[in-house]
T-cell receptor
Framework: QKEVEQDPGPLSVPEGAIVSLNCTYS??????FMWYRQYSRKGPELLMY????GNKEDGRFTAQVDKSSKYISLFIRDSQPSDSATYLC?????????????FGKGTKLTVNP | DAGITQSPRHKVTETGTPVTLRCHQT?????MYWYRQDPGHGLRLIHY???????DKGEVSDGYSVSRSKTEDFLLTLESATSSQTSVYFC???????????FGPGTRLTVL
């Protein structure tokens, strides 16, 4: 079992739809959870991060962590064509200073006008 | 790209030639990383550095070496490039809370 699993999609939705992107993980030591957005031919950019369980909201984006189920989600409300990108989840466990991120493979999202 | 640049941005080379990719940051962060990104594999860590002259291997380090003689520069070297090293290479630096990493724009490398 891979440490982080992410459905690669592709996911295609109409403009204005609510999008749900998800990752599951197996390492219960993960404490930090991140979502990155990557436009075509660009580097990943940090979208949101959360520590431990709970929700975090930033504009149209909500990140949710359920540590009991080892499941994280990113919700995008009122999706826009400009949200079309690949979304990567990432997570890490404190390891005394040499923390490394473990990434999902990414979900490709297309929002159609 | 949060104060991190990569050079060159594109390179085509031939099998067996040495190649060096450069990552430069302007923010004095201690941790830097090199990844490769391939379809079906996602981002995979090659090497990382936790200070000047302090480096360690990632999950796909074979065929790659790194050096860090200054805080701001992290070099990735392919001693003898192979076609399997054709990929997009990203450099990142760790900054801010929660182990967040910030990525450079990437180098697209083709080995013929």
């Amino acid at each position: 079992q891979k440490e982080v699993e992410q459905d690669p999609g592709p996911l295609s939705v109409p403009e204005g739809a609510i999008v749900s992107l998800n990752c599951t993980y197996s390492n219960s030591a993960f404490q930090y959870f991140m979502w990155y957005r990557q436009y075509s031919r660009k580097g990943p950019e940090l979208l949101m991060y959360t520590y431990s369980s709970g929700n975090k909201e930033d504009g149209r984006f909500t990140a949710q962590v359920d540590k009991s189920s080892k499941y994280i989600s990113l919700f995008i409300r009122d999706s826009q064509p400009s949200d079309s990108a690949t979304y990567l989840c990432a997570m890490s466990a404190p390891q005394g200073g040499s923390e490394k991120l473990v990434f999902g493979k990414g979900t490709k999202l297309t929002v159609n006008p | 790209d949060a104060g991190i640049t990569q050079s060159p941005r594109h390179k085509v080379t031939e099998t067996g030639t040495p190649v060096t990719l450069r990552c430069h940051q302007t923010e004095n962060h201690r941790y830097m990383y090199w990844y490769r990104q391939d379809p079906g594999h996602g981002l995979r860590l090659i090497h990382y550095s936790y200070g000047v002259k302090d480096t360690d291997k990632g999950e796909v380090s074979d065929g790659y070496s790194v050096s860090r003689s200054k805080t701001e520069d992290f070099l990735l070297t392919l001693e003898s490039a192979t076609s399997s090293q054709t990929s997009v290479y990203f450099c990142a630096m760790r900054a801010g809370p929660a182990d967040t990493q910030y990525f450079g724009p990437g180098t697209r490398l083709t080995v013929l």
